[in-house]
T-cell receptor
Framework: EADIYQTPRYLVIGTGKKITLECSQT?????MYWYQQDPGMELHLIHY???????EKGDLSSESTVSRIRTEHFPLTLESARPSHTSQYLC???????????????FGSGTQLSVL | DQQVKQNSPSLSVQEGRISILNCDYT??????FLWYKKYPAEGPTFLIS?????DKNEDGRFTVFLNKSAKHLSLHIVPSQPGDSAVYFC?????????????FGTGTRLKVLA
C-alpha cells in the first residue's frame, strides 16, 4: 500500500490568498510529481522532482511553484489564488524515479481546491 | 493533441457481467501501460499494468489486453461487482529526455448495476 499523504483534502479560499498544498511520502521515493485534474479530463503533469533540490515543470503550464528540501516532502504553493486555479491537485511518487519502465505511480488522496 | 484516448466517457454494466474498458494511443514509442481506478474525491489507485512485450496480463478478475498493431488496449473485469463502480484511467509511459513520463487518458466512468 502507498504511504503518501496530502493535506488538506478540501480547501475553499478567496481570490488573492496564498496557499500551500502539502504532500509527504514515507516510502523513500526519489521522484515525486504533482498532477492537476479537472472533472472529465485527463491528469496533467504540472511539476516533478528527481530528488532533493531538484524541481522541473511538467507538460501543463502552471502558476504554482514547488520545492523539495527533504526527500519525503514536496509542497506546492500558489502565491495568489484565482478562480481559474479551482481543480483537484494530486501528488504522486515513484520508486524507481522514471529511470526504467515497469514501475508505477503511487498517488495521494488529492486536494480539491475551490477558489471563490 | 491527446496521445492517450478513452473515447467512452461512461459505461454501465450489470453485476456479474463483463466490463470492457477501452483505450487507444497514438505514439508507438509508448512501452508500458497502466490502468488506475479512481473514486470521487480520492487519488487514483494502481490496478494492473502491461509491458509492450506482452499482449495480455491477468490479475484476478482484471485482465489487460494489448494490441500494438492497433495501438489499442483494453481492461476486462469479470465478473463485475458494484464496488468496481469508479472512474478508470489508462496511462502510457515513454522515455522522454532520459526519464519515463506518464500520459493519462480522460477516464471512463464505470457503473456496475446491482
Amino acid at each position: 500500500e502507498a504511504d503518501i499523504y496530502q493535506t488538506p483534502r478540501y480547501l475553499v479560499i478567496g481570490t488573492g490568498k496564498k496557499i500551500t498544498l502539502e504532500c509527504s511520502q514515507t516510502m523513500g521515493h526519489d521522484k515525486m510529481y504533482w498532477y492537476q485534474q479537472d472533472p472529465g479530463m485527463e491528469l496533467h503533469l504540472i511539476h516533478y522532482s528527481y530528488g532533493v533540490n531538484s524541481t522541473e515543470k511538467g507538460d501543463l503550464s502552471s502558476e504554482s511553484t514547488v520545492s523539495r528540501i527533504r526527500t519525503e516532502h514536496f509542497p506546492l504553493t500558489l502565491e495568489s489564488a484565482r478562480p481559474s486555479h479551482t481543480s483537484q491537485y494530486l501528488c504522486a511518487s515513484s520508486e524507481l524515479g522514471g529511470r526504467t519502465t515497469n514501475e508505477k505511480l503511487f498517488f495521494g488522496s488529492g486536494t480539491q481546491l475551490s477558489v471563490l | 493533441d491527446q496521445q492517450v484516448k478513452q473515447n467512452s466517457p461512461s459505461l454501465s454494466v450489470q453485476e456479474g457481467r463483463i466490463s470492457i474498458l477501452n483505450c487507444d494511443y497514438t505514439n508507438s514509442m509508448f512501452d508500458y501501460f497502466l490502468w488506475y481506478k479512481k473514486y470521487p474525491a480520492e487519488g487514483p489507485t494502481f490496478l494492473i499494468s502491461i509491458s509492450s512485450i506482452k499482449d495480455k496480463n491477468e490479475d484476478g478478475r482484471f485482465t489487460v489486453f494489448l494490441n500494438k498493431s492497433a495501438k489499442h488496449l483494453s481492461l476486462h473485469i469479470v465478473p463485475s461487482q458494484p464496488g468496481d463502480s469508479a472512474v478508470y484511467f489508462c496511462a502510457a509511459s515513454k522515455l522522454t529526455s532520459g526519464t519515463y513520463k506518464y500520459i493519462f487518458g480522460t477516464g471512463t466512468r464505470l457503473k456496475v448495476l446491482a
